[in-house]
DNA sequence: TTGAAAGCGCTAACAC
DNA sequence: GTGTTAGCGCTTTCAA
């Protein structure tokens, strides 16, 4: 009279949620808990007649293993922890989506955590996983130095993988776009199109991406005779920094020939301030985002943007987690290339 | 040398990863396992002299509990797992958001599922939830009818409230908004902006709130003399939906007055195509969604919409999971009235 | 092939 | 106030 269970066989059953464990199958199967469990898991020989029987007392007790205790004695939890600094933001959306898909496809599941663009917040967040014996964490850090600690505690204890943005120095794998490529796709575009000034509505460089896209877009225009940076506006990647910095450019009475915007919600309140402004787009100004988000296609007119590829993303995330520990392998880096969608927002 | 930390003691830690463990900390204290568990706990009485020796040497070996031997021993994983038909919609992505919010403020963590709106893939989602001992259930079924057994096998196990839709009949708790109210104010609002013929554009009935939105309208309309019910587009709640819907509308050579749309998704889809058809928005027709997303307020026009609160939702709905499980106390509904948010796409 | 038993890391009786 | 000990449910030696 040990168990809950054997509680239950007693009559006693106190609730529904008294669940069958191995020991009840194996009584009912008349073997030990040992066999029992050699034969649900399959993974060692068992006599046929015997795990039929098991196999049958699984069923008629609606046995379900416990997966806690088997991860506390596998090592295991079969849980994989993902932080990123919003989940509202829709590209952090796709990303998620394909990441717990791909999970689910094998057998793993996504324990999601918001780090409200905090770091404090997030190093809690992601000291709650390790605590959770998570088998592996992917992040994307909301801050390219103030994130670090707790980076490197998570790559200390468990397979981690940067996605999108990632922290200084070598800690971690990580996985994203050649923000260098996207860029120069779009600058060359406008450039092509005729801008000669060219404005910048990106994010403060706290992460990576604000900063690395910052960069290639002057590297860009400065290999470009003829074309100029007409403009920077450094703010976060939000719908209202884009509304704010279209106001303030409009406002200056000096509009650029282009805008290219640090990412998508950004590009979205540019679009429509400039519409709300009068501004005409593309005939007054052209205007391109980065991501491709959903709603990308959507705005009026439909954003040119640069597209990442969010399934590839996860997917070569998601194999990093599971990669062969090679013992002290470097971290590696996998920037996979963006493609420029040309929509109405930057050509007639 | 029992404990795999024991064996880095002898200077064979194979790993980083060989977290210190409670046994360690109370050998470094020179006090029993279970002492440092009451001190590092602190849910009982020790001499302040040892709990400061367990403090400190919790610290200096940087003990982490073991949050799976917690649960195991404990029956509480402190996870929440959720469940929504899709990740990617704007709407479930405001309320994922908002309930690991409400959660990570209580010390839980969310286990996040995407059912893709396959009732089969949800039932196997929820049986995995459920077999990793999840502290309660958030589900927002794809089906009402289809998604039953497996809203039935959660609830049979674990605290579980539906969010959003419910499935047919009292099986748990449900919180949601007043799809009936939402609805009436929406066409009460249309009605009195002069719309006489007026269509709806929805989900197909298959999952709850689609049903409702359809019913309530076709009632609000009923109420009103003078008003009539102009067409029915039924499908899925995709801005796909929303665009074919606008075309056949457009093609048919008859628009409506006004157009309700089953949620917002749907609503930005149709607002794109109209513009593209050259249709004017709201000089030819009036246009109104359900949610207020956060797009609703920046499409062209800015788009009419019954606003869901949803940080209130989420709050009740882990409320209800944490609330005394009362033996057999009925299941309730919570149905908090959402407000019509006027915007320009139904007013000049 | 099968069973007995150890033990994953932790907490809570139960003694002292 | 502190230590000893019995498990939580499971998998995997180690013997038989």
Redesign the pocket.
């Known amino acids: 009279m ?4 054997s509680r239950g066989a007693l009559g006693k059953r106190l609730s529904s949620s008294d ?8 009584r009912r199967a ?12 399959g ?5 046929p ?3 039929d029987r098991v196999q049958r007392a699984a069923e008629e007790l609606d ?8 991860a ?4 295991s939890t079969r849980i994989v922890g993902m932080v990123v600094p919003g989940i509202g933001d829709p590209f952090f959306t796709q990303i998620v989506e394909a990441v717990e898909h791909d999970l689910a496809g094998s057998g793993r599941e996504l324990l999601l955590c918001d780090s409200r663009h905090d770091p404090a917040i997030e190093a809690r967040r992601v000291r709650a996983l390790l605590e959770r014996q998570v088998d592996g964490l992917v992040i994307t850090p909301c801050d390219a130095t103030a994130s670090v600690p707790a980076v490197r505690e998570a790559a200390r204890s468990v397979p981690t993988v940067q996605m999108d943005r990632y922290v200084e120095g070598d800690v971690t794998d990580w996985v994203g776009v050649d923000d260098e490529s996207g860029v120069n796709q779009a600058v060359a575009h406008l450039a092509d199109r005729g801008a000669r000034r060219v404005a910048f509505v990106g994010g403060a460089p706290a992460g990576s991406t604000a900063r690395v896209r910052l960069e290639a877009f002057e590297r860009a225009v400065a290999a470009r005779p003829g074309v100029t940076v007409a403009a920077r506006a450094l703010g976060d990647f939000s719908v209202e920094h884009g509304r704010r910095a279209a106001r303030e450019l409009h406002a200056s009475g000096d509009l650029p020939d282009a805008i290219l915007c640090g990412n998508d919600q950004i590009a979205v309140g540019l679009l429509r301030e400039l519409r709300a402004a009068g501004v005409r787009v593309p005939a007054d100004v052209s205007v391109a985002g980065f991501d491709d988000i959903g709603y990308a296609a959507l705005t009026d007119p439909p954003l040119t943007t640069v597209r990442q590829p969010v399934p590839q993303l996860a997917t070569e995330a998601v194999r990093l987690l599971t990669a062969p520990p090679a013992p002290a392998r470097p971290p590696c880096r996998i920037a996979v290339s963006p493609t420029l969608v040309i929509r109405a927002s930057t050509s007639p």
């Open positions: 040990r168990t809950r269970s669940r069958a464990t191995i020991h009840d199958v194996a008349g073997v030990s808990i040992a066999t029992a469990s050699r034969a649900l898991s993974r060692r020989r068992v006599t007649d015997v795990a046995y379900r293993p416990n997966t806690v205790a088997q506390l004695r596998g090592q």
